[in-house]
């Protein structure tokens, strides 16, 4: 079968670039291994600009339940300090969203292939991509958008994350006197190890969501129990939280070998990639999303003014360098133990500081793209 674009991943970058394709006429298949939406690891922010995209796509995030989130917290050892956001944010869990996205991609016109799994991805003689899924049925298009997330296809791969990063998500029903506490923020808690966030979602639901380095997963032997209970001790701000929590899932999700800080340099020819597959921002700044649904509103309209998918993608990442390098940066002192003393105290007494390093960090910048 021989396609305009197949959009390799149904997630956030996929369906924003498949909606956009479609919208303006093209035609387009969307392959994705999941059957129906499920949980994945994320904090579940959305900044001010991944909500304007999704609205620009037709998602409107407060009919599904989005809660707003209007502060943002910062918790290590014993001390902790708030700034009001300096942009408007909400959080929504991604089962929701994701299964929005798909939706509207078939209203759309794209046509949706769920429960597919992609295996191989490889150029022909005739300049054409052929994919190959799960059950040995072909693909062929002339180009394609790789969305695959923290997947890598074989031939496609990532570089290899040094730091061995391992991600946790897990969902609360905080104690109603915690809940009120938390209201409406976001709050960043700091270990010796990693870091962690946690946010009121939709239905009366606290996702935290934390990533540590796999030495110190392996410290609490490797085991959730011993890692939220290291956590604690580094943290008492997060014991305080979830004093009394009741866990929502039987056991947590995770992920592991995340490449912060990896921007793609080049990619083949007619093969645009975008989001995770772009771009790894580090989870902190909340911005994946926002980065996922601008490198696929990007590559759209790469692609249909013609733009080789060899200009665009180191076009993209001249323009995404110097926020990654300041996340980067950021992440660093997170990291660091005289940092992370010192830090909420500063902020305590300079609160400016979270804003400004909260606006420095978003990587969007529409202007800076347009082919
Ligand atoms: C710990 C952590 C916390 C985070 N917190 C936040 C946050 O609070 N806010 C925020 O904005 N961002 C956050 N992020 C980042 C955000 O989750 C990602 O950047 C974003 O989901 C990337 O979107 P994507 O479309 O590239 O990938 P995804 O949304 O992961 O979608 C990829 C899709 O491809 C599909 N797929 C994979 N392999 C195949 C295959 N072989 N064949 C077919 N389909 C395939 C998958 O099933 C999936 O649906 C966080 C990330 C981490 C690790």
Redesign the pocket.
């Known amino acids: 079968m021989q396609e305009e674009v197949l959009i390799?991943?149904?997630?956030?970058?996929?369906c924003a670039a498949a909606i956009a394709l479609a919208q303006k006429g093209r035609s387009v298949t969307l392959?994705?291994?999941?059957r129906t939406?499920r949980h994945?690891?994320?904090?579940?922010?959305?900044?001010g600009e991944?909500l304007e995209d999704l609205h620009a796509l037709g998602i409107d995030v407060v009919s599904l339940g989005a809660v707003p989130i209007n502060y943002v917290r910062l918790a290590a050892a014993q001390r902790a300090a708030e700034a009001p956001l300096p942009f408007p944010a909400k959080?929504l869990t991604?089962k929701a969203l994701?299964k929005a996205l798909i939706s509207r991609a078939i209203a759309v016109g794209v046509r949706v292939e769920l429960g597919?799994?992609?295996?191989s991805l490889n150029r022909t003689a005739a300049s054409t991509w052929q994919v190959t899924l799960e059950d040995g049925s072909i693909r062929e298009a002339p180009t394609v958008f790789l969305?695959?997330?923290?997947?890598d296809?074989r031939g496609h791969a990532r570089p290899k994350d040094p730091h061995r990063w391992v991600?946790f998500?897990m969902y609360y029903r905080l104690s109603p006197a915690q809940a009120d506490d938390l209201g409406d923020a976001s709050e960043l808690t700091l270990y010796s190890g990693g870091y962690g966030?946690i946010q009121p979602v939709e239905d009366g639901i606290t996702n935290f969501?934390?990533?540590v380095q796999r030495r110190y997963f392996e410290r609490a032997g490797l085991r959730w129990e011993g890692l939220i209970a290291n956590m604690q001790k580094d943290c008492p701000h997060l014991a305080m939280r979830l004093a009394g929590a009741q866990p929502l899932l039987d056991k947590p999700i995770a992920?592991t070998h995340?490449p912060y800080g990896y921007l793609r340099r080049t990619t083949e020819d007619s093969l645009y990639c975008?989001?995770?597959?772009a771009a790894?921002?580090p989870?902190f700044t909340?911005?994946?999303?926002?980065?996922?649904l601008h490198t696929a509103r990007c590559a759209a309209a790469a692609y249909l003014a013609r733009e080789s998918s060899s200009v665009f993608q180191p076009k993209l990442r001249s323009a995404m360098l110097p926020q990654m390098r300041l996340a980067q940066a950021a992440a660093n002192g997170l990291n660091n133990a005289l940092a992370r003393a010192v830090l909420p105290f500063f902020l305590r007494v300079w609160p400016g500081a979270m804003q400004v390093t909260a606006r420095l960090t978003r990587v969007t910048q529409p202007a800076a793209l347009a082919p």
């Open positions: 390799l991943g149904g997630g956030v970058a996929g392959i994705e291994r999941e939406p994945k690891v994320c904090g579940e922010f959305l900044s991944a959080s991604r994701d597919r799994s992609v295996q969305a695959t997330g923290k997947h296809l991600a998500k966030g969501c934390c990533v992920i995340i975008i989001g995770d597959q790894v921002i989870s909340g911005d994946g999303i926002s980065v996922a």
